[in-house]
Structures are given as C-alpha cells and as structure tokens.
C-alpha cells in the first residue's frame, strides 16, 4: 500500500505542475547567472508612464500604452529618443493594425506599452505565486483570472507549496497586433530569469530548485476596445501560453 501511496503521490504532483506550465508560460533550465541584460527589468522603472513623470502616476494595466506625461499637459507631443522613433516606425511597417491604435489613442507609444507590460508581468507574478490575485484582478480578464484561480485551488488542494523568484526581464518584444470589430489584441513575447520550487506537504522539493536560475518563455496578449476610449477602460490580460 506504501508503494501505491508514493506512485498516486508522484501522478499528482505531475498533474499540478502540467497545470503550471499551461497557465504561466514554459520554464527551460538555465545555469545559476543570468543572461546579459537579465536584470535590465530590476534597473529601469516598470511603471506605465514614461520618463520621471512615472512615479507620480499609478500603474495601469500595461500604462494603457500611453504617454501619461504628454496626456496631463494635453499635449500629444512628446519627444522621443532616436532609438524609440526607430521602434516606433518599424512597428508601423510590421504592424498595420497599430495605425488604428494610435489614431484611437494619439499618444500611445511601443516603447511605454512595454514598460508597462514589464509591470504588469512582475505584478502578476508575484500575486500568482504569493495567492494574492484579487490585488490583480483588474488587470486580468475574465478567462485569465479563473485560470489562475484554479490553479491555485488545485496547488492548495494537494497540500503543495509554491517559492518562486523573478530575477529579471530579459527581452519583450511584440509578436503581433490584431485588429478586429473594434478591438485590438497585442500579442507579446517575454524572456525571463527566474527562481521556482516547488513543495509537497511534507515540505520536501520535488520540482525546480531554490537555487538555480531558469529561463522562463510566455506569451501574454493585451486586449481593448478602441470604441470605448476612456480612463476607466484600458488593456487587460486576455492570454496566457507558453512561448
């Protein structure tokens, strides 16, 4: 009986972390220093505005994209580095949807939507692992949220313990911009170094490593109305998958 208490054991802690995986992204082993630019999401600021405007404003979901500073003086000029011009431009040539964004929204900005994505990802993650998703909950869409929900129902119900770490963004990059019936969608690809273990009841790891670093791939897709333009509505989570 011993034997078959270990095995049924051993299938669900399997389940669990398969359940993980679908919810937050895949998560690839990575020696104990991360890569270049690892902790360049720990140095710069992960609010949604940009510029030193960003502390006296609070995070949006994804800082609605837009320039928060340029928005108070009523002003859609703003001015840009010749790097984030460039990012911009080439932007409007891969992504002819983002046309309709910023006609929508005149001061949304590449550069500051990803910043803000930098925070919300931070934020969701540490409400993920920590059980503290109603701190979140306007950021997450209805489907996201009741993912994550049983996520961590079923984590608790085994009685398993989650640490987890998130050393620092390593890359974001827009993957797609959709446009549809007056919704857009911004698909995103994040690289982050991250530190997971998990614990059985008997506080025993069984998966990841307290002290290893491992490089996490996700793919996160922001959604809005464009027909309802307002600082009431803004981005929201709509998916989450594995890169």
Not at 2 to 8: A, M, N, P, T, W
């Amino acid at each position: 009986m011993q034997h078959v208490d270990i095995v049924l054991l051993a299938l669900v802690a399997a389940f669990l972390i398969l359940r993980l995986r679908s919810v937050l992204g895949e998560h690839h082993s990575a020696d104990n220093t991360p890569r270049e630019g690892g902790r360049e999401g720990l140095d710069q600021s992960i609010t949604g505005a940009r510029g030193r405007e960003q502390q006296e404003t609070s995070p949006s979901v994804a800082g609605d994209g837009e320039d928060v500073a340029a928005r108070q003086r009523g002003s859609d000029a703003v001015t840009l580095s010749q790097e984030e011009q460039e990012q911009e431009e080439d932007a409007l040539k891969r992504f002819p949807a983002l046309k309709r964004v910023k006609e929508a929204l005149p001061s949304f900005y590449v550069t500051t939507f990803l910043k803000g994505v930098q925070n919300v990802f931070f934020m969701v993650h540490e409400a993920y692992t920590k059980d503290t998703l109603d701190k979140v909950s306007h950021l997450l869409g209805k489907e996201v949220y009741g993912n994550f929900q049983k996520a961590i129902k079923e984590r608790k119900a085994a009685g398993h313990r989650q640490e987890s770490s998130l050393v620092g963004i390593e890359s974001l990059a827009i993957d797609d911009i959709l446009y549809e019936d007056g919704k857009v969608d911004i698909v995103v690809s994040i690289l982050s170094s991250q530190i997971n273990a998990f614990y059985d009841a008997q506080g025993a790891c069984f998966q990841g490593d307290a002290e290893a670093i491992e490089t996490c791939r996700d793919v996160w897709v922001f959604t809005r109305d464009l027909g309802k333009v307002s600082r009431h509505v803004a981005w929201s989570l709509k998916e989450t998958r594995g890169g």
